[in-house]
């Protein structure tokens, strides 16, 4: 009876001890992968018109129109 309790326990001990080495090497959602959202967002924006991408390439300080208005001068 005693080796079968210690065999028993010496199984469920390597069995925990698997089970707590597969959990800890579970690898990590990767900034590599992409959501759905992203994916989503990118699509959006390859799809958008060219003036709304050009606007968006425009630098910030000539979206004022004080500025514009020095360059026109």
Excluded at 27 to 45: C, D, I, W
């Amino acid at each position: 009876m005693n080796l079968l309790v210690t065999v028993g326990g010496a199984v469920l001990a390597l069995g925990l001890l698997i089970l707590i080495v597969t959990v800890l090497r579970r690898p990590s959602r990767s900034p590599e992968q992409l959501t759905v959202a992203a994916l989503k967002a990118r699509l959006a924006e390859e799809q958008a018109p060219a003036e709304e991408a050009a606007e968006r390439l425009v630098a910030p300080e000539l979206e004022h129109a004080s500025a514009q208005q020095a360059k026109e001068s």
